[in-house]
Nanobody
C-alpha cells in the first residue's frame, strides 16, 4: 500500500533553514508528480510546492518563492523541501501528497515546523 513518511521538522529561529524529506513506497514513485502542503493552526491546508514526475518542472506558492526548493530523488523514492530564510508565518504542519494514484489522494502524517525566536 502507499506510504508517505515525512521527516525533518523541528524548531528553528527566524532566518534559519530546515530540510524536510518524504519517503515514499507502495507505488512507482518516478511516474507521479509530488506536492508539499502545509497547514497552520486554524487555517486551511495550502499547497506549498509541486514537482513533476521527472523533476523537470517545479512550482511554488508566492509566499515561499525564492526561499523554498522542492527536489526529488527517484532512485531513492524521496521528495524533499529545502526551506531557507524561514519566517514565523512558515510555522505549520508540512505534509507530502500523492495525487491521483488509482483515483485517490494520499497523505503522510506530516512533520511540524516551528519558526520562533
Amino acid at each position: 500500500q502507499v506510504q508517505l513518511v515525512e521527516s525533518g521538522g523541528g524548531l528553528v529561529q527566524p532566518g534559519g533553514s530546515l530540510r524536510l524529506s518524504c519517503a515514499a513506497s507502495g507505488f512507482t514513485f518516478s511516474s507521479y508528480a509530488m506536492r508539499w502542503y502545509r497547514q497552520a493552526p486554524g487555517k486551511e491546508r495550502d499547497l506549498v510546492a509541486f514537482i513533476s514526475s521527472a523533476g523537470s518542472v517545479t512550482n511554488y506558492a508566492e509566499s515561499v518563492k525564492g526561499r523554498f526548493t522542492i527536489s526529488r530523488d527517484n532512485a531513492k523514492s524521496t521528495v524533499s523541501l529545502q526551506m531557507n530564510s524561514l519566517k514565523p508565518e512558515d510555522t505549520a504542519l508540512y505534509s507530502c501528497n500523492l495525487r491521483g494514484y488509482r483515483g485517490a489522494d494520499f497523505w503522510g502524517q506530516g512533520t511540524q515546523v516551528f519558526v520562533s525566536s
